[in-house]
């Protein structure tokens, strides 16, 4: 990128995209800056910077949760699913899970579980990573295609290096507690680096029991884990080149899910990653590849009455994953910078549930949900962005994704079997079908950026985005109650039953985002982004049967969908003195609807009106915050899923660190009043119905204590 782009243009995240506009200085609260040439990032950084990450341009320290989702909840337009304790679900303008294209350090990692209990970001420890960034609605070409609600992008640091002629052992160590389920967590990492070489272990652990609800309320069973992970990262850093490699292993023993009929008993991943990224006269070019493989079981928990060779339900998956990403970026004069890309994933997938000693329903043979699957997307892009005037800039993208499905012939349980009829018939019908699927998607963005006064920016833009059906979506065959009953990654207790006539999504989004800032002194600043997406051939689903527990077996279908929303949030420093340190006041507000065009329902798992406000004071070496939250009662729900309607509440969170020399104590309080409330993203509670015979919503966390300790040296 030319000296004049990289002066005058600063990246940041604004309102619902990640865009590039002319501040001439960054607010206090946020670190906006563009990535700096190699020869300067490549330096050590200080171990004050070690305890922070940059979340959607937003400099700010890690928090107490062991998931990495979590680091983006205050993002706009930004929630979560509800899952496991470290595998909750990102949602972007009310669109999840797949229709989210989610990157770990480069990688789109598919979920490998037919609950996806195993989604990307559970992959990496919050404290690993050195930035968070989600993109919501109208995204650029090259944040990827195959989606429409959005882009989430997770990077490890960056490795470290020594000045000339100089050795570095540099590295930190954390250590964290939460109350409410007896919560702990440990990680640390460690670098040894000269100028050219630079080798860095990090590893970690996290661990919970089931959580209280609030008000005094009962354990809320099936929500305790167990994860650790580790990584070795090598660096070689010559002149404008970065080389980074890094392995990894992920081993997670159990982890409950609340709102699912099964757990996950083991998942263990290794992974390979390599980067390079280099400046070069006509530009920039970076390359990464990547392999990683998933051997994940499920089976059910003691709080789900546990397992034993005759005893649960044994559920076996198996997933590899790999592909490269190629991206050059070539300035054209000083106003024109032109973007090439091409990536490509393969995703291999085997799903089969071993026969359960003496059980009728569930042998003698092994039952194969997905034999040799495979998911192949070739895609590549071309981006132009201009500055046409120092106040008027674009931007306008095109990308091409060639998708490739197939899998190989099916088995029930049992072909002869009464029980397994249904399952038996549908196996016969399913192997019988050709099941090789290709689709050609086409994708557009195009952004218009106009600073018209130093006080405000308008932005405007509209994006053509387009997403396949998963494997499961398509490939789910089973028609049995108990079969389809253990397809599906929406906590709703509904039976799954997936459609090889399914067609893409395309999804048509239009917004508008409106930025008034303090030029002077960047004492404030205020977003508001509305938004409306129209969505032709939404993957939704209609009902093909009941279940014995009241609930209904759906398949999924392609209707037309729309959504629309509002994004807002709001900056204001309220004191800044040596004598009462600086005062910050911190707000964001988030409203979306969506509707089934056809069958006219709310779409499924929309977040009602929500938004945080929050004061933030720094003195020296204190820090403290006050946070409320807000959300309203949820009203809208998919009737077709039997999503539970959820009540209102307001929750207080207090908090504040210290810092001595190289330590830096971190409490806090979540939920302080212990307000009994249920999460409207969080569905049912499944784990507490099988306890207790009662089916209502998951309850939310209650009153917790947390500590963190962090050490670097």
């Not at 989604?119 to 404290?127: E, G, K, L, N, T």
């Not at 089916?695 to 939310?700: A, I, S, T």
Request: with cysteine; aromatic share 10%.
């Amino acid at each position: 990128m030319t000296d004049y782009v990289r002066s005058s243009w600063i990246g940041v995240v604004a309102c619902g995209w990640t865009v590039v506009f002319g501040l001439a200085v960054a607010p206090a609260w946020a670190d906006t800056a563009m990535s700096a040439p190699l020869s300067q990032s490549a330096s050590p950084s200080s171990a004050q910077a070690e305890e922070f990450i940059t979340v959607n341009g937003i400099r700010r320290q890690t928090g107490h949760s062991a998931d990495t989702v979590a680091l983006l909840s205050h993002a706009m337009g930004f929630s979560s699913y509800s899952a496991g304790g470290v595998s909750a679900l990102p949602v972007l303008n009310g669109m999840a899970d797949d229709r989210v294209a989610t990157f770990v350090d480069g990688m789109r990692i598919a979920s490998a579980c037919p609950n996806h209990m195993n989604p990307a970001m559970s992959y990496i420890d919050p404290d690993s990573v050195a930035s968070a960034v989600a993109t919501a609605g109208i995204t650029s070409v090259s944040d990827g295609g195959d989606s429409t609600g959005g882009t989430v992008s997770v990077e490890r640091r960056d490795p470290q290096f020594a000045k000339a002629g100089k050795i570095l052992v540099t590295g930190r160590m954390r250590g964290d507690y939460r109350s409410n389920g007896g919560g702990s967590g440990a990680s640390g990492s460690v670098t040894v680096a000269n100028d050219l070489l630079s080798l860095r272990y990090t590893g970690s652990y996290n661990h919970a029991s089931d959580y209280h609800a609030g008000g005094d309320g009962p354990r809320v069973r099936s929500t305790s884990y167990l994860s650790f992970n580790h990584a070795v990262t090598l660096g070689v850093h010559k002149d404008n080149h970065l080389l980074t490699l890094t392995v990894g292993q992920q081993d997670i023993p159990y982890e409950g899910f609340p709102n699912q009929y099964m757990d996950m008993t083991n998942n263990r991943s290794t992974f390979v990653n390599g980067k390079y990224k280099g400046d070069f006269d006509w530009g920039t070019l970076e390359a990464r590849g990547f392999w990683q493989r998933v051997d994940h079981v499920m089976d059910m928990l003691s709080d789900k009455g546990g397992h034993t060779a005759s005893t649960g339900m044994p559920m076996n998956t198996d997933a590899r994953t790999a592909g490269y990403a190629i991206k050059a970026t070539i300035p054209l004069g000083l106003k024109h910078v032109l973007g090439l890309g091409s990536s490509f994933d393969h995703n291999g997938l085997n799903d089969w549930w071993p026969p359960l000693v003496g059980s009728m329903m569930m042998g003698p043979n092994t039952y194969h949900n997905i034999n040799d699957g495979h998911r192949d997307r070739l895609g590549h892009y071309i981006e132009w962005k201009a500055q046409w005037l120092p106040r008027l800039s674009t931007e306008l993208g095109m990308r091409s994704d060639l998708v490739m499905m197939n899998t190989g012939p099916v088995a029930p349980y049992s072909w002869t079997g009464m029980m397994g009829m249904a399952d038996a018939m549908a196996a016969r019908r399913f192997n019988a079908s050709a099941r090789g699927r290709t689709d050609n998607n086409f994708d557009v963005t195009a952004l218009v950026r106009w600073h018209p006064l130093d006080s405000l920016m308008i932005e405007g833009g509209y994006a053509r985005k387009t997403r396949s059906p998963n494997l499961y979506e398509r490939y789910a065959w089973g028609r049995g109650a108990m079969a389809s009953s253990m397809i599906g990654w929406f906590g709703d207790g509904n039976g799954y039953v997936g459609n090889l006539n399914l067609t893409p999504e395309i999804a048509n989004t239009a917004s508008m985002t409106l930025t008034w800032h303090d030029p002077r002194d960047q004492a404030w600043l205020v977003k508001i982004q509305p938004y409306y997406t129209y969505t032709h051939n939404y993957i939704n689903v209609m009902r093909i049967g009941a279940l014995s527990n009241g609930l209904s077996q759906l398949q999924f279908v392609n209707h037309n969908a729309q959504s629309y929303g509002i994004n807002g949030m709001a900056f204001a420093r309220l004191w800044r003195s040596d004598a009462f340190g600086t005062g910050e006041m911190r707000a964001n507000l988030n409203w979306v609807r969506g509707e089934d065009l056809v069958t006219h329902s709310g779409l499924y798992h929309q977040m009602p009106t929500n938004g945080t406000i929050a004061l933030h004071e720094t003195y020296g070496a204190w820090t403290g915050r006050v946070e409320v939250t807000l959300v309203k009662a949820k009203d809208t729900v998919d009737w077709l899923r039997h999503e539970p309607r959820t009540p209102g509440y307001a929750l207080l969170g207090l908090g504040g660190s210290y810092r001595w020399r190289n330590l830096t104590l971190d409490a806090s309080i979540d939920n302080v009043l212990d307000q009994k409330y249920y999460l409207p993203l969080g569905g049912l509670s499944l784990g507490d119905y099988r306890a207790t015979g009662v089916l209502g919503p998951l309850p939310g966390l209650g009153r917790s204590y947390n500590l963190s300790l962090t050490a670097t040296f």
